[in-house]
Structure formats: structure tokens, C-alpha cells
């Protein structure tokens, strides 16, 4: 009987894991977590990991200068594709917060070419993106684009916040610097990556050093992911 027990505990934790992260990641790479490590994989652990960090130009101005249920409108439709994109290259959303994203890959299931898949992730989310500024256009609705960075390093993921607002979410190193790099991208055209993650997707990508960025205490290296190389699928 104990050992009923035991298992139908585990079933319901399994289920109710499931119902409280689902929206975070893919089915696939949430039963994967659940398989790995049962009802532990969301109470916090170290990986390392990359981060991409989204956030769409100019959305003040734009949901400023129109009606609010459009903009509602256009954040369902944009944010349900790059989710798409996210999940379908093993990706997990972190948070979707008005005019951002933030997205980890390699995480809460170790991946080893989490950056490659980052990289890849943040090329097809410009082609979607691309995609429903025509369709847009083509209804007559206002587009925008959007600047993307991603940065290679160590996160930690769990359960974060006080008891009963607590939010499934990363901290870390990595989640630092993607958020500082689309500070200094000012561009639509590329994907903004740090040193590490360069060195990461470089047999992959084309890339090129940017202008080095520089805060109030040092002066970072930046690279700039231009498209796949060629022969690279």
C-alpha cells in the first residue's frame, strides 16, 4: 500500500508540475525535465546556458499612438510566433513582458550546443517576424521590428519570489549581460552575441566583431551574427 501511495504522490506532482510550467517550455522538453528529475527539475539548479533577450523598438510610441485593443491585438499575435520558434528549438520562455522577451536554451534539460540553438532561434524569430510585418502591412495595420542579443554563460532556474507570488524564472551572469547587450544594440539588422557565445556558434555562423560597446566601468567586445555559413544546416 505504501508503495501505492508513494507512486500516486508521484503521479500528482508529475501533473501538477506539468499544469503550473506548461506554458514555460514544449511538452517534449517538459516531460523530459519531468522523466530526468520528477518533481525536483523547478526547485532550483545551476546551468550553464544561453540566454536570448528580445524586446520590440519603439513600443512606447507605437502602443501609444493606438486604440489599446490593437496592441493587444499585435503583442498575442507576435509573442504566440516567437514562442513558437522559442519551443520548437528546445528553447523555455522565461517571461514575455510588454515590449520583451526573454527566452533560455539549456535549460532546465542540459543542451549541449545551447548557444547554436539560441543563435538559430533568435535568426528564425527575425523571419517570423518578418512574415507577419507583411501580413500586417497587408491588413493595414502598423508594424515594428524588433532587437535581439544573446549571451552565453552560467544561470540559476527556479521557483524565484516571495511564497505564493513566487515565478518560474533564471538570475544569473548570462540573463546580466543578454539584457545589457540589447541596451547598446541599436539595430534591427543583426543578432547582438557576446565573446563567449561567439566562440560557441562561430563554426556555424557568420559573424563579424561589432563596435565595442562601453559602460560606466569597462569596454565589451561585441559580435554581430550576420546569417549561417554556408554548407551549414
Known amino acids: 500500500m505504501n508503495s501505492f501511495n508513494s507512486l500516486a504522490k508521484e503521479l500528482k506532482d508529475k501533473e501538477e508540475a506539468r499544469a503550473a510550467y506548461f506554458g514555460h517550455m514544449s511538452g517534449e522538453l517538459l516531460t523530459e525535465a519531468l522523466k530526468s528529475k520528477g518533481k525536483n527539475a523547478f526547485t532550483g539548479e545551476r546551468f550553464n546556458a544561453s540566454v536570448l533577450f528580445a524586446e520590440i523598438i519603439g513600443f512606447t510610441e507605437l502602443s501609444s499612438s493606438l486604440d489599446p485593443r490593437q496592441v493587444v491585438s499585435l ?127 562561430k563554426a556555424y555562423f557568420e559573424t563579424r566583431q561589432a563596435e565595442s560597446k562601453k559602460d560606466s566601468n569597462s569596454a565589451e567586445v561585441l559580435f554581430e551574427v550576420v546569417g549561417i555559413k554556408k554548407g551549414v544546416r
Not at 519551443?87 to 535549460?107: C, E
Not at 543583426?190 to 556558434?201: A, H, K, R, S
Open 75 to 201: 503583442l498575442n499575435e507576435y509573442f504566440s510566433r516567437m514562442n513558437e520558434v522559442v519551443f520548437r528549438n528546445k528553447g523555455m520562455l522565461n517571461k514575455n513582458t510588454g515590449a520583451s522577451l526573454l527566452a533560455l536554451f539549456g535549460a532546465p534539460v542540459p543542451l549541449k550546443e545551447h548557444a547554436v540553438k539560441a543563435v538559430t532561434a533568435a535568426l528564425e524569430m527575425k523571419k517570423a517576424l518578418n512574415s507577419l510585418r507583411d501580413k500586417w502591412a497587408g491588413e493595414g495595420k502598423p508594424v515594428f521590428d524588433i532587437k535581439i542579443s544573446v549571451a552565453a554563460g552560467e544561470v540559476v532556474l527556479g521557483n524565484i519570489g516571495s511564497e505564493g507570488q513566487a515565478e518560474y524564472s533564471a538570475v544569473g551572469g548570462a540573463v546580466n549581460s543578454a539584457s545589457r547587450l540589447n541596451i547598446f544594440n541599436n539595430s534591427a539588422a543583426g543578432v547582438l552575441i557576446t565573446v563567449q557565445t561567439n566562440e560557441l556558434v
